[in-house]
């Protein structure tokens, strides 16, 4: 599943948050009570994941997620959602005490290069995004916003790219400085996304050591590192100072964890040693569909954090 997929799938259900609550909330239909599940991290679903229990209003899938055990919650689509249903939801995470997690910041160059070109017009666009994307972190209490840098251009060098992101980059940083948000860069692997600027963890590591900047750190996707580099735990080592964010899936499919081949109770289980309080979105599909499925992914949670 890639993630326009995500975005297109989530920001669909935003015409029904007016229906009345008749999801997870009034009725938690796993049968059990409120806050049963005590995850040791802070786990992320996302609007679509446990539609068939708390239905499409996105007011009853967050609270069906709170009743659950999860703590936090992420949506790449959160940007392109009216203000009204922004703030709706970011008034039921702050009552069910649950953290924003990442939105996607700006638009994103599959098949073309902009922010690795140095071209000018391309810069200011992804500036005046992000310049957007303040006001929304701030309606929805978000702290952390997703940039990808797009496409390589195959006509430069790749040092010669690299400082065009560089720069880019430190001047989003000193817009996004004064308001304590941080742009948490994603390394996408070489089969989902051919051809993109960003793919591994220490290219990420060195950009972010050149910004030199609290608000440009690294969003490190389990499920893109795996295809992309593996040896997962050490390379988490290597650049963890400047990781502030995680994503899961496992490979193949990009599931919940356990359907694939990453030991995904060892990789929660050295993230924990490590003292991380950040979050970890749950940025997958489910492997099986309708409601047996979404019970699975809360079971995958639940096997995969007894360590």
């Not at 059990?32 to 996302?46: E, G, I, R």
């Not at 990442?102 to 005046?128: P, Q």
């Not at 995680?246 to 193949?252: C, E, S, Y």
Request: glycine share 6%.
């Amino acid at each position: 599943m890639k993630r326009r997929s995500f975005i297109k799938k989530s920001t669909s259900a935003t015409s029904l948050l007016c229906m009345s609550l008749t999801g997870a909330h009034a009725i938690n239909t796993l049968g059990s009570t409120t806050n049963t599940n005590t995850f040791k991290l802070n786990f992320a679903p996302h609007i679509g994941m446990f539609k068939h229990h708390a239905g499409n209003n996105p007011i009853d899938q967050l609270n069906f997620m709170a009743d659950q055990g999860f703590t936090a919650f992420e949506d790449n689509g959160m940007k392109t959602r009216p203000i009204e249903v922004q703030k709706s939801m970011a008034k039921t995470m702050v009552d069910r005490n649950m953290t924003m997690g990442v939105f996607v910041a700006h638009k994103i160059y599959w098949k073309e290069a902009n922010l690795a070109s140095g071209n000018i017009d391309k810069r200011h666009e992804f500036l005046n995004d992000i310049k957007e994307s303040v006001e929304v972190a701030k309606r929805v209490h978000a702290k952390w916003i997703t940039v990808v840098p797009g496409h390589v251009d195959s006509s430069q060098h790749m040092d010669y790219q690299t400082e065009h992101v560089i720069e880019s980059l430190k001047q989003a940083s000193a817009i996004l400085e004064p308001h304590g948000i941080t742009m948490v860069l994603e390394p996408l692997n070489f089969r989902d996304h051919p051809g993109l600027f960003l793919t591994e963890s220490p290219q990420a590591f060195q950009i972010c050591k050149a910004v030199n900047s609290p608000s440009c750190k690294i969003l490190f996707d389990i499920y893109h590192q795996q295809i992309q580099e593996g040896n997962l735990i050490p390379n988490i080592d290597l650049c963890w100072d400047e990781i502030a964010y995680f994503q899961i899936g496992d490979n193949p499919g990009r599931n919940e964890p356990t359907t694939g081949e990453i030991n995904y109770k060892n990789v929660f289980k050295h993230i924990h040693s490590k003292g991380f309080k950040g979050i970890l979105g749950m940025e997958h599909g489910n492997s099986v569909s309708g409601k047996e499925g979404e019970k699975n992914v809360i079971n995958a949670y639940i096997e995969s954090s007894k360590f």
